[in-house]
Nanobody, 128 residues
């Protein structure tokens, strides 16, 4: 089964930065939206950022209010990668981070139920 592949997680000190990568080689960003989600222990999966194509190299991006200003999503079609840059990591950012694909364009959804193909996740632990 085709699915996105996350990488870049690890143990990071508070205040540091981290960039997560999602390999979307099996997906065409012109016809799929890509979302980043996270799930902390005992918590529901939370949509943090997503990106969708509007054609001609233009993209719509969304970031949840809880992460706005610290999380930035971007796409690189030359490497078939969607990245999530996280600045100023906090202990509460500790979670498994997933990327997912949805067959939609123009607007991407922040809701997990709208995505039908998921990666395995990458663990991010923020601790001193």
């Amino acid at each position: 089964q085709l699915h996105p592949v996350e990488s870049g997680g690890g143990l990071v000190q508070p205040g540091k930065s981290l960039t997560l990568s999602c390999d979307i080689s099996e997906f065409d960003l012109d016809t799929y939206s890509i979302g980043w989600f996270r799930q902390a222990p005992g918590m529901q999966r939370e949509g943090v950022s997503c990106i969708s194509s509007r054609g001609r190299g233009r993209y719509y991006t969304y970031s949840a209010d809880s992460v706005k200003g610290r999380f930035t999503i971007s796409a690189d079609t030359s490497t078939n990668t969607v990245s999530l840059q996280i600045l100023g990591l906090k202990p509460e950012d500790t979670a498994i981070y997933y990327c997912a694909a949805a067959p939609t364009t123009y607007y991407c959804s922040p809701f997990a139920n709208d995505y039908d193909t998921w990666g395995q996740g990458t663990q991010v632990t923020v601790s001193s």
